[in-house]
């Protein structure tokens, strides 16, 4: 990479260009300003200077919740072996959500949404145990957003192997985003077991396939997690597609309750070669007219697009919030049981001192060695629960990944900038 500083970052590139960090602003440069800005002179970084918008703020009061995730059930039919929350029970036991905490829990937040748009999501554990939850649960948020006068969307986190034809008809009629945790085809899933620690890859392309020939109105997507020494990227996602997903996402296994499943300093580097590799066989699959795939890949050129700044990395605690079985709300769902995360209860309501409170603490330009970094408005700082968890490690990852995708923007910007438009996929 480029030399960099907290204000801009240099993208090497013919013409070069400089990233200005406030605003999230991509510029073509002369050579001959690229050198000044290389060697720090004054006069070149303050010609940038005037053209850079405030730094984003996370200050003022906060937003309504208007998103929220219902753990209905704290239990998995499935023993992955890097499962952050302990196949859903957190450290506690296994436990269904019943009916009134769900229909409560959707109420008030239809209450809190003053009139937005609101999302249910569902999550687990694997929530297809609570079948019937879901169902109602839909069902009310249907009916009482339709009182409000209030739009609603849906979202759910399963492993598919579980679906029904009633559940696959419950995700196309109500617009659900599906997302499908499977790690690839066979082998490459090993650690998403069953009980009996046979395979699980078979039965969730079993259980999703109706879905993936006939989606309806459902989004589908394939989440894959992948682990200390078993980094492949561009093939998974070839194999997946293949499979009939339009869409799939990467994510590395940063804690988990096997050490030996989580990424290494030595990984870091491998990832970012490999997750480089898999967008250079994106952008060839786009030169032959297919249609986008890789989710890391697209997610990041629209922010650079939209020139999209952010002081915190995600909605957590802000308009987004998670529920227990119990009724007791959270930052996110994966901070389900862990001190410092408690955002209120149903009896108490949503906990908005707390939300400010968490938020203040959390923004980027408050966090070392953030500050000071040039992807800091990209990144927002990182993800709350596994840096609380495990501290912060990837971040030359992230940086790497984020310099390559600002010159994958231009070339994209200029050959096919329809596909860098929100939701075209």
């Known amino acids: 990479m480029a030399p960099s500083s907290s204000f801009y970052h240099l993208v090497r590139g013919s013409p070069p260009s400089v990233f200005v960090v406030p605003g999230s602003m991509l510029f073509d440069v002369t ?5 000044s800005l290389q060697r720090g002179e004054p006069a070149a970084v303050s010609e940038l200077e005037a053209l850079a918008p405030a ?23 499935l023993a992955c072996a890097y499962c952050y929350a302990d196949e859903g029970k957190f450290g506690g ?44 649960a839909v069902a009310h948020a249907r009916e009482a957003a ?24 419950l995700l196309r009629d109500n617009e659900f ?10 082998e490459r899933n090993r650690h998403r077991s069953t009980r009996n620690g046979s395979g699980s890859a078979d039965s969730v392309l079993a259980g999703i396939a109706p879905l993936l020939v006939n989606p309806g109105a459902a989004r589908i997507a394939a989440r894959v997690t992948v682990t200390h020494g078993d980094l492949e990227i561009a093939d998974r996602i070839e194999q997946l597609c293949e499979a009939g997903f339009p869409e799939v996402g990467i994510a590395p296994a940063r804690s988990a309750p096997r050490p030996d499943l989580t990424l290494t300093e030595e990984d870091w580097p491998v990832l970012l070669a490999n997750m480089i590799a898999a967008a250079e066989r994106e952008m060839s699959w ?55 995360f408690r955002m209120g209860s149903l009896d108490d309501g949503f906990d908005n001192l707390a939300r400010e409170n968490f938020v203040s603490r959390a923004v980027v330009d408050r966090q070392e060695p953030c500050r000071s970094c040039w992807a800091r408005y990209l990144c927002g700082g990182g993800c709350h629960a596994e840096v609380a968890a495990i501290g912060r490690s990837g971040c030359d990852y992230i940086r790497g990944w984020l310099d390559y995708c600002l ?17 075209n996929a």
């Open 31 to 35: 050579p001959e300003f690229f050198a």
């Open 55 to 77: 730094s984003p703020a996370a200050n003022g009061a906060l937003p309504p919740v208007t998103a929220l995730s219902l753990n209905v059930a704290q239990t998995c039919n």
């Open 93 to 136: 036991s296994a436990r269904l959500m019943s009916e009134g905490t769900a229909i409560r829990a959707i109420s008030q937040l239809i209450q809190s949404a003053r009139g937005n748009r609101i999302t249910v999501g569902f999550i687990g554990g694997e929530p297809f145990l609570n079948r019937k939850v879901i169902h109602t």
């Open 146 to 169: 339709r009182r409000a006068a209030i739009a609603v969307r849906f979202a759910i986190t399963t492993n598919a192997t579980l679906l029904r034809r009633e559940d696959l008809q």
């Open 177 to 186: 985003a599906v997302t499908v945790s499977i790690d690839g085809m066979r």
């Open 286 to 340: 786009i030169e032959c007219g297919g249609r986008p795939r890789f989710a890391n890949f697209w997610v990041a050129l629209r922010a650079l697009h939209q020139g999209r700044t952010r002081a915190l990395p995600c909605g957590s605690a802000v308009s987004y919030l998670s529920m227990d079985v119990d009724g007791v709300f959270h930052s996110c769902h994966r901070t389900v049981n862990t001190d410092g």
């Open 407 to 423: 010159n994958a923007y231009r070339i994209v910007a200029d050959l096919h900038p329809e596909l860098l438009l929100r939701g």
